[in-house]
């Protein structure tokens, strides 16, 4: 079975990017043109092809291409520089790349990228039947820098892509009378077998999403769900009160209560748990979160994050690690394997799932062992700032930016915590994806080889 099985032939809009509009039949047609055109050029079924285009209404096309002859489409966190980058081509080995006319003069910079052929395809090939495939296949190749900073490889099949699509639909609303938003390539992937119309941001290169353009945006599109990051959403909610936005899903970040709290009561919010080798793991409303729970975030006990699904197993395990395995769960060491998330948490007496952090980023000294969200969480709710906690020369640091709090006022909030020092920076490094999560890598970093002041 092939991934393009699910898309329907309609006239209804599957895409809008600015004053571009494509129907799905049309989507699907020049998809299956862009395919053919590949496997004139040479690309044959399992074949690596790196897609450096932005987010757009071609990458959806090159997505269909790629699929229709048996391709495997692959992605690189170009973010993490030219060494980064020039790694992965000498590990993946790609038998080409899909650019376009600004990513094509932008690849000249790497060197490993000037030797892998370029393709020019287009919608003029002749339509073509894709390809049935075996949901094994390989659908997605992903080299990112993980969490941790240390490269990954993730790949993802035919088969498992539907399997996640088939559990993501009994758990959130995939209904096709929904408008979204669309920041989230795997996502709007969804959303095209959903027959769901998706709004694209205006496609850049440079710069991010600017969210009071966005913000105009779904207004004028009358977008009513947005599946996308606490930051993204928290910059929306300064331009827009999002009158036309039925449900939100946040997720790939912690979500505190001081973004969660702003969203208008109109709007259900969903937050959804989940890692790269496993989406989803556990969902919760807000709205099921009550006072007591609100008593235990803001006391450093943590983030809820709900219950676990049916469809995944979860425990655990040493280290308060969380664990997960199943159908939707790719496991290093296979199918029915434990899948280590890097997170910890635990259970509560209800059973819902509750994070405290990273399993990299816990402090274990002469004190016991403090996670990062118990600090994080306090901040949140007393000043509304980020900190980073961490150990320093057997000291427990919390580093903030400028502007905020005095250091007296944090000692006092964090007393119990036992935190000795206060280090003040002038910008906090955040995660280039989504900008909602600490790097404490790059933290460290600054600890140690950059000047820093305390007040």
Not at 2 to 23: F, H, P, T, V, Y
Not at 74 to 100: E, H, T, W, Y
Not at 411 to 425: D, G, H, Q, T
Request: charged letters at 25%; hydrophobic letters at 40%; one cysteine or more.
């Amino acid at each position: 079975m092939n991934m393009l099985d699910r898309l329907e032939r309609s006239s209804k809009i599957a895409l809008i990017q600015g004053k571009k509009k494509i129907s799905f039949a049309d989507l699907l047609e020049q998809g299956l043109r862009f395919g053919s055109d590949m496997g004139e050029q040479g690309i044959n079924k399992a074949d690596y092809i790196l897609i450096f285009i932005p987010l757009s209404i071609s990458l959806y096309q090159t997505f269909i291409g790629t699929w229709a002859i048996g391709a495997v489409p692959i992605f690189i966190d170009f973010s993490r520089g030219v060494d980064f980058v020039n790694d992965a081509i000498v590990r993946l080995q790609p038998k080409a790349m899909i650019c376009d006319h600004v990513t094509g003069l932008v690849r000249l910079k790497y060197p490993a990228l000037r030797k892998v052929k370029v393709l020019k395809v287009s919608e003029k090939g002749d339509e073509i039947t894709h390809l049935d495939l075996d949901n094994e296949h390989p659908a997605v190749l992903t080299f990112t820098s993980g969490t941790t900073g240390t490269p990954k490889v993730v790949i993802r099949s035919h088969g498992f892509l539907m399997d996640q699509y088939d559990v993501l639909s009994k758990h959130a609303d995939f209904s096709s009378d929904h408008k979204d938003l669309g920041t989230l390539a795997i996502f709007t992937v969804a959303n095209l077998l959903s027959n769901i119309t998706t709004v694209l941001p205006k496609k850049r290169y440079k710069t991010k999403v600017i969210p009071k353009e966005l913000a105009k945006s779904i207004e004028k599109e009358g977008i009513n769900r947005l599946i996308g990051s606490p930051k993204l959403i928290a910059d929306l909610l300064q331009y827009s009160h999002l009158p036309m936005v039925k449900v939100i899903y946040l997720g790939g970040a912690p979500v505190y209560p001081s973004v969660a709290e702003k969203v208008p009561k109109h709007i259900a919010l969903h937050i959804v748990y989940g890692s790269t080798e496993a989406e989803p793991i556990a969902h919760i409303r807000w709205s099921e979160v009550g006072e007591a729970m609100l008593k235990k975030i803001k006391l450093g006990h943590g983030l809820p994050v709900g219950r676990v699904i049916p469809e995944v197993e979860c425990m655990i395990g040493e280290e308060s690690e969380i664990l997960v395995r199943g159908a939707i769960v790719l496991a290093k060491d296979g199918v029915g394997a434990w899948h280590p998330t890097g997170d910890t948490g635990f259970f509560d007496e209800d059973g819902l799932l509750w994070l405290t952090g990273r399993v990299s980023q816990t402090i274990k000294d002469r004190h016991g062992i403090l996670h990062p969200f118990a600090v994080e969480c306090v901040l949140d709710d007393h000043f509304g700032i980020r900190g980073a906690v961490l150990n320093v020369s057997d000291s427990r640091v919390v580093v903030i930016e400028e502007n905020g709090p005095t250091e007296k006022q944090i000692l006092s909030a964090l007393a119990a915590f036992k935190i000795e020092r206060v280090v003040i920076v002038e910008n906090l490094p955040m995660d280039k994806r989504h900008g909602a999560k600490i790097n404490y890598n790059h933290v460290r970093e600054m600890m140690t080889n950059e000047p820093f002041y305390s007040q």
